[in-house]
């Protein structure tokens, strides 16, 4: 099993990325395009779940 | 039959290794698991205190703050439990999703709704953009436990599309782990499927309800094809919505040439809320293994259904479910309906701290049948019934005879080896399935064989048992 320590910072870096991404991806729904509207809104939810899903969890990852 | 775990070439990837995320959640404490569960939980109701008046009203009646709860104890002892009826009344009377939708309706994107089967009507949920993935996701999290990896075939056998969880979830978690995913459910009939199967060969994963694995196999089997030898390359069968005697899973297991996982999921769930891991049905040491709640995405009580306190480990009581992700139509402390036996992370000794339930014995509360003064569910007299694998299907009905008394009958079909047996040989086989039908629910019940074709193919969930007694005789 890989270090516990580089496993819980790899799990924050991805949370960072994914917190930017959000941060983008809710600028991008701002568009008055209602075409593309729609897929950014689809964008923004997948990563939104994504956060979710890498939510820092233990001590270690909450932490880093 | 002492049926017990067996060990198969194909053994299933180890997730913990192939996945860090994973690996991190099954190390973690107890107390970190509840430290997160907590954390998610205040986030969760902070969101629905602004964004739902149903669920407004519910933290205020339980004196809640989000902000300042302080502990799982807290939440369990004063928010309000939910059930199907509070949730259709809300959308009776703030159609089509109730106060308790936690998005603005425009953001729906996608609509599920329950079965309907129980005749009381249906729940509808709201699912956002967000919710759609984590459904994928609660679909892909069982399977990648289970062995499924990106490139792989898979055949989806539950039938796609429509109003149903079921009919999306599957496809959102096969297309966001990366498998590449046949969607046969309710389009083919099982001819055909075989047919498409075969012509694909590389088959490593098939997804069926517990009831159309059976159909499928049985199909298999009558046109001379052995599954294992069909589709050597398969990894997992994954199955799901019903209970099942493990002598029948035995046999699948040895059928097929690989291990038989389970899940546990729902609606409410929003799709799977526990599986087997890669770990199978069967125990470490024989008997029934465990399915393991996934409990940093849903917190789970087990609670007895009348006093509502939680049941001990090894015990059967109600599944209450709370969504830490879901923000759509989340359910918050919402009485299932669904019985299972709780087995706390302690005495589940898998080296996690999840707690789990028992595998192939999920009931419905509202099935039960109450027969002669004992309480009968459908998911027994199927455990017994299937139990011989002479029998290919089997219905019953209670009714009301002409002299006022409850009678129950049952009709069996055989498989086509079976139904070729002399007269003593089948007698004894009626005489043997009526008195195991007997041991596991306390009931006499007649027995009279059939042909096969006198009885339904079910696609997905089995309806085996019939209530014709008149509505007054009903629990």
Same mark, same amino acid.
């Given at each position: ?5 580089d496993a *819980? ?13 959000? *941060?983008?991806?809710?600028?991008? $729904? ?35 | 039959?002492?049926? /017990? ?9 180890n ?9 991190r ?27 739902s ?9 339980? #004196? ?5 709860? %302080? ?15 509070? @949730? ?8 089509p ?6 998005v ?6 996608l ?9 009381l ?22 399977w ?7 490139g792989?075939?898979?055949?989806? $056998?539950?039938?796609?599309? #429509?109003? /149903? !969880?079921?009919g ?8 966001i ?9 309710? !389009?083919?009939?099982?001819?055909? %499927? ?10 490593? +994963?098939?997804?069926?309800? !517990? ?16 599954p %294992? ?10 199955i *799901? ?16 040439? $690989? ?12 799709? &799977?809320?526990?599986s !087997? $891991? ?10 029934? #293994? ?43 402390? +919402? ?29 419905? &509360? ?6 002669? #003064? ?11 019934? @299937?139990?011989?694998?002479?029998v ?13 008394? /409850? ?11 079976? *139904? ?5 040989t ?9 008195? /195991? ?12 064989v ?5 009885l ?19 629990l």
């Open positions: 099993m890989r270090n516990v320590q *819980a910072a790899e799990t924050a870096r991805d949370h960072r990325i994914l917190s930017r991404m959000l *941060a983008d991806a809710d600028a991008l $729904c701002q568009c008055g395009d209602a075409l593309l509207q729609g897929q950014y809104r689809h964008l923004r939810g997948r990563i939104a779940a994504l956060l979710d899903i890498t939510i820092p969890a233990g001590d270690a990852e909450t932490a880093a | 039959m002492n049926a /017990t775990a067996q060990q198969f070439d194909s053994e299933t990837a997730p913990f290794v192939d996945s860090a995320r994973l690996a959640l099954a190390t973690l404490s107890r107390a970190e698991l509840e430290e997160l569960q907590l954390r998610k939980l205040r986030r969760q109701l902070a969101r629905l205190n602004k964004t008046s149903y669920y407004r009203a519910r933290l205020a009646q339980g #004196g809640i703050d989000p902000d300042k709860l %302080k502990s799982l104890d807290e939440f369990r002892a004063r928010f309000p439990l939910s059930n199907k009826a509070d @949730f259709l009344a809300d959308q009776t009377e703030h159609p999703f109730g106060a308790r939708l936690g603005a309706r425009e953001d729906v994107a609509v599920n709704m329950t079965g309907g089967t129980s005749g009507g249906q729940e509808i949920y709201g699912r956002s953009q967000h919710d759609v993935h984590m459904q994928g996701y609660y679909h892909a999290l069982p990648f436990l289970a062995g499924l990896r990106p792989d075939i898979a055949i989806n $056998c539950v039938p796609s599309g #429509g109003l /149903t !969880t079921g999306w979830g599957p496809g959102e978690g096969l297309r782990i990366g498998a590449t995913a046949f969607h046969v459910g309710g !389009t083919l009939s099982t001819d055909a %499927k075989i047919d498409l199967m075969q012509r694909i060969g590389a088959v490593h +994963f098939i997804y069926a309800s !517990t009831n159309y694995l059976h159909t499928l196999t049985e199909a298999l089997l009558r046109r001379g094809l052995e %294992k030898r069909a589709f050597p390359m398969l990894r997992t069968l994954f *799901a919505a019903e209970g099942y005697p493990l002598e029948w899973a035995e046999r699948i297991e040895t059928l097929w040439g $690989c291990r038989l996982q389970e899940g546990y999921g729902s609606t409410q769930c929003a799709g &799977f809320g526990a !087997t $891991c890669a770990d199978g049905v069967f125990g470490a040491k024989g008997g029934r #293994g465990l399915m393991h709640l996934f409990e940093w995405e849903t917190l789970f009580e087990v609670v007895h259904p009348e006093t509502l306190q939680p049941v001990a480990s090894g015990e059967t009581g109600e599944m209450v479910v709370t969504n830490l992700s879901i923000e759509g139509s989340p359910v918050i402390r +919402f009485r299932t309906g669904d019985a299972a036996r709780f087995i706390s992370w302690q005495d589940a000794n898998s080296g996690r701290a999840w707690n789990a339930i028992e595998c192939g014995t999920i009931g419905r &509360f509202d099935d039960m049948l109450k027969i002669r #003064g004992n309480n009968v569910w459908p998911s027994a007299i199927d455990a017994a019934v @299937f139990s011989f694998g002479e290919a299907e089997y219905a019953g009905r209670v009714y009301t005879s002409g002299d006022g008394k /409850t009678e129950i009958e049952v009709r069996v079909a055989f498989t086509d080896a079976a *139904a070729a047996f002399d007269h003593a089948k007698t004894n086989l009626i005489e043997r399935i009526r008195t /195991t039908i007997k041991e596991r629910t306390n009931v006499w019940m007649s027995l009279n059939c042909s096969r074709n006198e339904p193919e079910f696609n997905y969930k089995a309806r085996r048992w019939k209530d014709e007694r008149q509505q007054g005789y009903r």
